[in-house]
């Protein structure tokens, strides 16, 4: 089967989501974050969600376009070789209970590569006055299905992060991960996929057993960047970008490695890091972090 080119453009109805104390506190609860910032309801500014919380309502967008990929001629079967490949956030704001959110999706690229076709993906959060909130680029690799040609790039691709070298020694955060900590994370953020759950689809799907979702273990590396190099701010997260790669098995301890600040010329910071899997390799690489003050329009956050 090919991809078809006729996916490019494909969209679909934007979801609205009421966010809730309950969510976001189950969220970084998952995580095993137990900071006032996400969890002390009586604190004089109230909770904030974690950096990467977009991704909670970023779900029901994805699995729509997963349906819209198959009414464009996709079989089913090749819409779930898709692997997450890429993520890229920039975070204006960040989420508090009380939000309501719009979140909507367009594909905007289709290109080929060695392991498959490639598609990429816009997602856009707004708040109810139509406010950003989170602007996120994704690749999925469709594993050992070709493309269409000719490719059609993403038009008009996230800036390359500035200062993202890495220097010196890592500081190192080493973090145990029981067998049920997929689950955990499934229901505090959401976002529902068997293979993170379901021995039998994750071994029906050619895993070796469960696997942990690639976006928790981003999240681990956030956390890690945030108490090394943030000073435990959550709301200096500005942007996220990194590449998936290996598994992470459960139960398992996972190394989060957190290089220097680098100052850029905009006055904020990147953060170079990687999480690494039990047997040393990379499940996420290239990891990089922009920490920043918030605008004056979020500096209460």
């Given at each position: 089967?090919?991809?078809?080119?006729?996916?490019?453009?494909?969209?679909?109805?934007?979801?609205?989501?009421?966010?809730?104390?309950?969510?976001?506190?189950?969220?970084?609860?998952?995580?095993?974050?137990d900071?006032?910032?996400?969890?002390?309801?009586?604190?004089?500014?109230g909770?904030?969600?974690?950096?990467?919380?977009?991704?909670?309502?970023?779900?029901?967008?994805?699995?729509a376009s997963r349906?819209?990929?198959?009414?464009?001629?996709?079989?089913?079967?090749?819409?779930?070789?898709?692997?997450?490949?890429?993520?890229?956030?920039?975070?204006?704001?960040?989420?508090?209970?009380?939000?309501?959110?719009?979140?909507?999706?367009?594909?905007?690229?289709?290109?080929?590569k060695?392991?498959?076709?490639?598609?990429?993906?816009?997602?856009?959060?707004?708040?109810?006055?139509?406010?950003?909130?989170a602007?996120?680029?994704?690749?999925?690799?469709?594993?050992?299905?070709?493309?269409?040609?000719?490719?059609?790039?993403?038009p008009?691709?996230?800036?390359?992060?500035?200062?993202?070298?890495r220097?010196g020694?890592?500081?190192?955060?080493?973090?145990?991960?029981?067998?049920?900590?997929?689950?955990?994370?499934?229901?505090?953020?959401?976002?529902?996929?068997?293979?993170?759950?379901?021995?039998?689809?994750?071994?029906?799907?050619?895993?070796p057993?469960?696997?942990?979702?690639?976006?928790?273990?981003?999240a681990?590396?956030?956390?890690?960047v945030?108490?090394?190099?943030?000073?435990?701010?959550?709301?200096?997260?500005?942007?996220?970008?990194?590449?998936?790669?290996?598994m992470?098995?459960?139960?398992?301890?996972?190394?989060?490695?957190?290089?220097?600040?680098?100052?850029?010329?905009?006055?904020?910071?990147?953060?170079?890091?990687?999480?690494l899997?039990?047997?040393?390799?990379?499940?996420?690489?290239d990891?990089?972090?922009?920490?920043?003050?918030?605008?004056?329009?979020?500096?209460?956050?």
């Amino acid at each position: 089967m090919v991809i078809p080119s006729t996916l490019v453009g494909a969209n679909v109805e934007a979801f609205e989501h009421e966010v809730d104390e309950r969510w976001t506190m189950s969220y970084a609860a998952s995580l095993g974050l137990d900071q006032a910032v996400y969890l002390d309801t009586t604190s004089g500014g109230g909770v904030v969600a974690h950096p990467l919380f977009s991704v909670c309502v970023e779900w029901p967008v994805i699995v729509a376009s997963r349906r819209e990929s198959e009414r464009l001629g996709v079989p089913r079967e090749e819409v779930m070789t898709g692997v997450h490949a890429t993520h890229d956030v920039i975070v204006h704001r960040l989420v508090r209970p009380g939000d309501v959110l719009m979140t909507s999706l367009e594909i905007v690229g289709l290109v080929s590569k060695t392991p498959g076709a490639m598609t990429t993906t816009r997602l856009t959060t707004v708040d109810h006055d139509a406010q950003p909130v989170a602007s996120t680029t994704q690749d999925a690799i469709y594993l050992g299905v070709s493309a269409q040609s000719p490719d059609l790039p993403d038009p008009t691709p996230p800036q390359p992060v500035a200062g993202g070298e890495r220097r010196g020694e890592p500081r190192e955060v080493r973090i145990d991960l029981p067998r049920v900590a997929a689950h955990v994370y499934t229901e505090g953020a959401r976002i529902w996929n068997p293979i993170h759950t379901d021995r039998a689809v994750a071994l029906a799907a050619g895993l070796p057993d469960i696997i942990m979702h690639g976006t928790a273990n981003l999240a681990y590396g956030i956390n890690a960047v945030v108490e090394v190099e943030a000073a435990g701010r959550p709301e200096l997260v500005r942007r996220v970008a990194c590449r998936f790669a290996a598994m992470v098995s459960l139960p398992s301890t996972i190394t989060v490695r957190v290089w220097k600040a680098n100052d850029t010329d905009d006055g904020r910071s990147t953060v170079p890091f990687e999480v690494l899997n039990a047997d040393g390799a990379a499940a996420v690489k290239d990891g990089v972090i922009v920490l920043g003050e918030p605008d004056a329009s979020s500096a209460s956050l």
